[in-house]
């Protein structure tokens, strides 16, 4: 199954109706119907990870409301996830983009702290490809051949500020090579189709069954996934780890957020739900088909363990690119 027939699956899943009852208790959670702050459109990648997390968690959270607030590179629906009553009723489906990016930033009316970590469902790795005219197979080949053409080389990325445009950051801050060029596109479709027609020599995308099939066919040449370990629905292409940059690590997490105070019970609850349906083998394997990586330890201590590592890591490169908020 690749990436688009992925999303098509979850595009037909539907939400349902919202339930009510009184004389509710943190052990009855849930006993009427849960708000899923989506904060991204509908259809979108985001949006698929959190329905096939509904349709995953079954009963246990049945009715979910599924609630598509998009806007603002996904801090309009943080925000309003971060308001809402800490009851465990309102969930955010969460990505790097609005749980660690945005919140580096100032003027954000929520941070971090905002919110309960539940859980880490699953990753999108960034990956570092060139056109094929480009002169070199690996990244210290690429190193090279930047600093023996300086100012020649540019990447285009998915846009300023997103992961696909912090991971060519990364790496020219890891390799020395300052004067590679940034090319911001709208989306990632647009600087791959750019990377093939030779406009633009380098692109950061995030890996997908599609990337490796341009990559078979020739159109492209991956040089390395920006991961410390391989993919693996992709084990034949190498790490920026095993090329000598352990610190070429560049992934778009989804996970499951609740506000902050809301009742550790409650968080509990909700964290083994979703570590229980997350053991589906089909699951599992829709998400490598479609370029996901499975994060393996879902639950809460993990959660604010991996949130924190990428808060840290990811801090003094976005003050050191100057990003802005979108």
Excluded at 65 to 74: A, L, R, S
Excluded at 102 to 112: A, G, M, R, T, W
Excluded at 218 to 234: C, F, N, T
Aim: hydrophobic fraction near 45%.
């Amino acid at each position: 199954m690749n990436r688009r027939a992925f999303l098509h699956l979850g595009v037909v899943s539907a939400a349902v109706t919202m339930a009510s009852s009184s004389g509710r208790t943190q052990s009855d959670y849930p006993d009427r119907a849960v708000r899923l702050i989506v904060p991204r459109a509908a259809g979108g990648v985001v949006d698929i990870i959190a329905r096939e997390w509904t349709n995953a968690v079954g009963t246990a959270f049945s009715p979910t409301v599924i609630e598509n607030v998009g806007g603002g590179g996904g801090t309009i629906g943080a925000a309003l996830a971060a308001r809402a009553e800490p009851d465990g009723y309102t969930l955010l489906f969460g990505t790097t983009s609005e749980m660690v990016l945005s919140p580096i930033l100032p003027n954000l009316s929520y941070s971090v702290a905002s919110f309960e970590p539940i859980a880490i469902i699953c990753e999108s790795i960034a990956s570092i490809v060139i056109n094929p005219s480009v002169p070199v197979t690996n990244l210290s080949e690429l190193v090279a051949y930047a600093k023996s053409n300086p100012g020649r080389l540019s990447y285009g990325s998915a846009g300023a500020g997103t992961v696909s445009n912090l991971a060519g950051e990364l790496f020219k801050r890891l390799a020395d090579c300052s004067d590679i060029t940034h090319v911001p596109y709208r989306g990632g479709n647009p600087a791959m189709t750019d990377v093939i027609a030779g406009h633009v020599p380098m692109a950061t995308p995030m890996m997908s069954e599609t990337i490796l099939e341009m990559h078979r066919r020739g159109e492209i040449r991956i040089l390395a996934v920006a991961s410390d370990r391989r993919l693996a629905a992709m084990p034949d292409i190498q790490t920026g780890a095993e090329q000598g940059y352990p610190g070429l690590i560049a992934r778009l997490f989804v996970g499951l957020f609740a506000p902050a105070k809301t009742p550790p019970p409650v968080v509990a609850k909700v964290a083994d739900v979703t570590r229980q349906a997350m053991q589906s083998a089909v699951l599992k394997d829709r998400f490598a088909a479609a370029g996901f990586e499975f994060v393996a330890d879902v639950d809460t201590a993990a959660a604010a363990r991996y949130l924190n590592d990428e808060v840290a890591r990811w801090t003094p490169i976005v003050q050191q690119v100057g990003l802005q908020q979108e």
